[in-house]
């Protein structure tokens, strides 16, 4: 636990040095960085603690898992055994007839029709408009960024700023830095049953502790945001949004839900074969050179002894962090789908294994920082602050991940 409390305030002190000038004003307001690490310990306290929150959490992972199963039915119609059905075959033993591809990812396809039907429907603008609340009063930001921040437990880095779309244009870089940083430091309530599946057999509450991390993701960017970039900028309107809809109706809304999450799966299936055939073939090339400590030099280790001291200061025992190391940096360099499966095959303890979810379920990889610029970039022509605050971002992401996964070491 030590390891982990020093590790929340390394992470916390970093976050300084984003700021434009590294001579911190200690004279500024930090009253929403103090009250936001407070609601960070008081969440994860009544997560992990208090009777009510923890039931809530576990029927809220289950009816998350129940998309998973609501899927498996329409791939067991389409593409039978393949999708999930009975195997009309025996299975030869140390095989199984599972097929990532049709039977968990398509959860992309329901849940995106889901968000669209409920952007449509005016309930999900609602919900983070009520919830985000909090977040205005806490980190004293405008309403409507605390609405992204709460959609953006939900939906993905590009969704969650379609709800302010109306003023992507004009927000100040204080402010576009928040929804840089929250795309970076979370992930999507579509990929949460994929992650949740796929690691099941060493983490059977997996997707308890995906939803918890995604709560405090939120929160840690919003402190990163605060001590880095505090909203100092000329006030901007904080009047509610009132956008019109970008459906014609309810059966154009579920059509184009399905639509973009068949376009994300068919993305997110080429991405896997693309990404793990080029760690493959990097490994393969790798392999030409002298072993080290006796083992084969891999793309993993090298990206691991980066991560080691990341590692250290989420507070893995001592026996893991070599493992868990290499999966952050697994992450980083590639993609968190893929840190997931690493960490399914990982060797290392339960604990682990639960405080390694807390650091790898975010976008917060190379390749995000492309598609988050080219979306945001396509929904706001005249944002001008994107380019030359995406790196700044994409560190206070990284940053508040580590905060993330430094309270999970600090409370599991």
Same mark, same amino acid.
């Given at each position: 636990m030590m390891r982990a409390i020093i590790g929340y305030c390394v992470f916390l002190v970093a976050s300084m040095f984003l700021a434009d000038k590294l001579t911190v004003k200690f004279n500024r307001n930090w009253k929403p960085v103090l009250f936001g690490i407070v609601l960070q310990f008081a969440v994860t306290f009544a997560f992990t603690n208090l009777p009510a929150c923890v039931s809530a959490i576990e029927w809220?992972?289950?009816?998350?898992?129940? =998309?998973?199963?609501?899927?498996?039915?329409?791939?067991?119609?389409?593409?039978?055994?393949?999708?999930?059905?009975?195997?009309?075959?025996?299975?030869k033993e140390d095989s199984n007839a599972f097929v990532f591809a049709f039977q968990v990812l398509p959860t992309i396809i329901l849940v995106s029709t889901l968000a669209a039907t409920l952007r449509y429907l005016r309930i999900l603008p609602i919900v983070s408009n009520v919830f985000g609340y909090i977040f205005k009063l806490v980190f004293k930001v405008k309403s409507y960024i605390g609405m992204v921040a709460v959609a953006k437990i939900f939906v993905g880095q590009l969704?969650?700023?379609? =709800?302010?779309?109306?003023?992507?244009?004009?927000?100040?870089?204080?402010?576009?830095?928040v929804v840089l940083t929250l795309a970076f430091a979370t992930a999507s309530a579509a990929v949460m049953p994929i992650y949740s599946s796929v690691i099941e057999s060493v983490c059977p509450d997996a997707m308890k502790h995906i939803i918890i991390s995604s709560v405090l993701g939120v929160i840690s960017a919003l402190i990163v945001a605060s001590i880095a970039m505090p909203n100092e900028d000329s006030p901007?309107?904080?009047?509610?949004?009132?956008?019109?809809?970008?459906?014609?109706?309810?059966?154009?809304?579920?059509?184009?839900?399905?639509?973009?999450?068949?376009?994300?799966?068919?993305?997110v299936v080429g991405s896997l074969i693309g990404t793990v055939a080029l760690i493959a073939l990097i490994n393969y090339i790798l392999a030409l050179l002298p072993n080290c400590a006796g083992e084969p030099i891999t793309l993993q280790r090298i990206f691991g002894i980066f991560m080691y001291p990341y590692a250290w200061l989420m507070g893995i025992p001592s026996q893991d962090i070599t493992s868990v190391s290499q999966?952050?940096?697994?992450?980083? #360099?590639?993609?968190?789908?893929?840190?997931?499966?690493?960490?399914?095959?990982?060797?290392?303890?339960?604990?682990?294994?639960?405080?390694?979810?807390? #650091?790898?379920?975010?976008?917060?990889?190379?390749?995000?920082?492309?598609?988050?610029?080219?979306? =945001?970039s396509a929904m706001s022509p005249g944002q001008k602050h994107i380019s030359s605050i995406i790196w700044k971002a994409f560190i206070g992401g990284f940053l508040a991940t580590g905060l993330t996964a430094s309270i999970a070491g600090i409370f599991f």
């Open positions: 809220i992972a289950g009816g998350v898992m129940k =998309l998973k199963d609501a899927t498996i039915e329409g791939t067991k119609f389409c593409f039978g055994y393949i999708g999930g059905g009975d195997v009309p075959f025996d299975i969704d969650a700023p379609l =709800l302010i779309k109306n003023k992507l244009n004009t927000l100040p870089r204080s402010e576009m830095f901007a309107s904080n009047m509610s949004i009132k956008e019109k809809s970008e459906h014609t109706g309810f059966m154009d809304a579920v059509s184009r839900g399905l639509l973009d999450g068949f376009t994300v799966w068919w993305c999966i952050i940096g697994t992450r980083l #360099a590639v993609n968190e789908t893929i840190a997931f499966f690493d960490l399914a095959k990982a060797t290392i303890s339960p604990e682990s294994v639960v405080k390694t979810i807390y #650091a790898i379920n975010n976008f917060g990889n190379f390749s995000a920082i492309g598609i988050t610029v080219a979306g =945001l």
